[in-house]
T-cell receptor
């Protein structure tokens, strides 16, 4: 089955710096790559996603890049703010399936 | 348009009892997914259902766990004879029907979760 590796597991940055989280996957048939933000005790919230026919997508301070050849995709957050502090999960649809396979998460702390 | 609804939000059961978790998808969504999240861990897929059909239950334990999504009413995840290891947050997600005009058929939106504690 699909295997998703996410790095780093924890990330601490100063307010205003950029944060980058990277995920690698194993199934070359995967075609949908969402990122979720989860605050403590809350639901995972979809913040950005990308499909396999696109290499990059941007939404204000958040961007995602996809390299299908190398089978990795990354989340980029610029001008970080304390309210960006949360756990971020990448996910991948297993080829031919609708189910999401999640990475283990990155705990991001933005220090004021 | 209300989001995905789950109830109860918190559920406490003693070992051996049954737990029933309910999920109402977003309006217009016909696909429901159940995920389990253990403390400090990511989400693990359990089961994927459409109305009256189980599409993929590859992540659900073969014993004690069952799921349904009837024609009328919410989706139910049922855990019989609960054990302490079942303690976790159970999240339901929904997505639109594949093939809809929107390109968003993959997007899964999560409910607030049910936190199950087994004593």
């Amino acid at each position: 089955g699909e295997n998703v590796e996410q790095h780093p597991s924890t990330l601490s940055v100063q307010e205003g710096d950029s944060a980058v989280i990277k995920c690698t996957y194993s199934d070359s048939a995967s075609n949908y790559f969402p990122w979720y933000k989860q605050e403590l005790g809350k639901r995972p919230q979809l913040i950005i996603d990308i499909r396999s026919n696109v290499g990059e997508k941007k939404d204000q301070r958040i961007a995602v890049t996809l390299n299908k050849t190398a089978k990795h995709f990354s989340l980029h957050i610029t001008e970080t703010q304390p309210e960006d502090s949360a756990v971020y999960f990448c996910a991948v649809t297993q080829g031919g399936s609708e189910k999401l396979v999640f990475g283990k998460g990155t705990k991001l702390t933005v220090n004021p | 348009n209300a989001g995905v609804m789950q109830n109860p939000r918190h559920l406490v059961r003693r070992r051996g009892q049954e737990a029933r978790l309910r999920c109402s998808p977003m309006k217009g969504h016909s696909h429901v997914y159940w995920y389990r999240q253990l403390p400090e861990e990511g989400l693990k897929f359990m089961v994927y259902l459409q109305k009256e059909n189980i599409i993929d239950e590859s992540g659900m334990p073969k014993e004690r766990f069952s799921a349904e999504f009837p024609k009328e009413g919410p989706s139910i995840l049922r855990i019989q004879q609960v054990v302490r290891g079942d303690s976790a947050a159970y999240f339901c997600a929904s997505s639109p029907q594949k093939g809809s005009l929107s390109d968003s058929y993959n997007e899964q939106f999560f409910g607030p979760g049910t936190r199950l504690t087994v004593l």
